[in-house]
Structures are given as C-alpha cells and as structure tokens.
C-alpha cells in the first residue's frame, strides 16, 4: 500500500489546516488507519487513529478537541481536520495502515508508513 499526504503547509497560530491522505488501492479499507507526527529533534508521536468502519477514534491528549479524524473508503482517503493550530503543533505529518481493524496509539501497530507533509505553524 502507498499512502500519498497533502495539505501541509504554513500557518499563523489558531488557523486551520486539513491534510488528505490517499492510500494506492482498497487494502487499506479493512484496517485502522491514523496520523503520527515527528516535531524537530523529537521522535514521531501518535495523533489520531479511527477504526476500520470509521465508528470510534482516538486521539493524543495535546490534540484533543482541535483535530479531527475521519475516513472515505469508498475513496481510500483518510483526513485530519486541525484547528486552533499552535506552534507547538509543528511537525512533520504521517499518515499510516494499521495491521488491523482496530485503533492504535503504539507506532508497532503501524504496518505502512506515508511520506509525511510538513506543517508549519507560526507565531
């Protein structure tokens, strides 16, 4: 599976971005799917997961509230809604597959990794 994400960008503090990700064929359908991020100098971080059926999510305490995940598997997208950014949010977005149906937090459970797209926000 390739995961292609788009949508990063610069952005002043308390703006808003949406990153899409589009996933290469209809595998990534049957799995959870969810977004890491990788601040600089610090290791990727968990930020979303949402269920294979798209019923239940999960999201990082830091991010709870102000992102927004969800799924079109009739399309094989997955996309992250981000409010009320904060430059503390800058990082470098990736999206994954998870080996499974369910939710994940732990990077183990991530089977295919995207290319990420850098957001940026400024204050």
């Known amino acids: 599976v390739q995961l292609q994400a788009s949508g990063g960008g610069l952005v002043q503090a308390g703006g808003s971005l949406r990153l899409d990700c589009a996933a290469s064929r209809r595998t990534a359908s049957n799995n959870a799917v969810g977004w890491f991020r990788q601040a600089p100098g610090k290791e990727r971080a968990f930020v979303a997961t949402i269920s294979w059926r798209g019923d239940t999510t999960d999201y990082a305490d830091s991010v709870k509230g102000r992102f927004t995940i969800s799924r079109d598997n009739a399309k094989n997208r997955v996309y992250l809604q981000m409010n009320s950014l904060k430059p503390v949010d800058t990082a470098v977005y990736y999206c994954?597959?998870?080996?499974?149906?369910?939710?994940?937090?732990?990077?183990?459970?991530?089977?295919?990794w995207g290319q990420g797209t850098l957001v940026t926000v400024s204050s």
């Open positions: 994954v597959v998870g080996r499974s149906g369910h939710r994940f937090r732990s990077s183990q459970s991530v089977q295919y």
